[in-house]
């Protein structure tokens, strides 16, 4: 029979190992990472956070905001790998390398000039769902057992 210290043992280990990768991660692209945060200008008040996989960085703003943003990774020589929609009021993609497919920075835009309004409304017929159990609802086997 498993003892929890047996199980806590292994989740100790997994997430050991889990840190020693982000570790790793953290040194192979910490001043690629860094030279991104120095060429932001500071009026542009990112959000930056690291994982495993990328550094991400979050921002809103108008449409200079996002084209001031752009210039500066595609100067770095990164390519996104999606394009904005048009009318969205966000737009998150990854933007990489092309020598380094795992180094790659996480975008996430938030539009402080588009937003959702309402234009309209439509009737949908939607089928209504219910819970129906056989034998009775789950409060009522509930109550039997407790009066067992």
């Known amino acids: 029979m498993a003892k929890l210290k047996d199980i806590y043992d292994q989740e100790l280990a997994r997430k050991e190992l889990h840190l020693k990768g982000f570790r790793d991660s953290y040194q192979a692209y910490k001043d690629f990472y860094q030279s991104i945060m120095d060429i932001i200008p500071e009026d542009m008040e990112c959000e930056y956070s690291i994982d495993f996989s990328s550094f991400n960085v979050n921002l809103s703003g108008d449409k200079e905001t996002l084209v001031k943003l752009v210039r500066i990774l595609r100067r770095m020589d990164l390519k996104p790998d999606d394009r904005p929609l048009e009318n969205d009021t966000h737009w998150s993609t990854y933007w990489r390398a092309e020598e380094y497919d795992d180094k790659k920075i996480y975008i996430y835009f938030?539009?402080?000039?588009?937003?959702?309004?309402?234009?309209?409304?439509?009737?949908?017929?939607?089928?209504?769902?219910?819970?129906?159990?056989?034998?009775?609802s789950m409060t009522d086997l509930a109550d039997a057992a407790t009066e067992a």
């Open 110 to 136: 938030c539009s402080t000039q588009c937003k959702r309004v309402v234009v309209g409304s439509e009737m949908i017929k939607r089928p209504i769902y219910e819970i129906q159990c056989d034998g009775g």
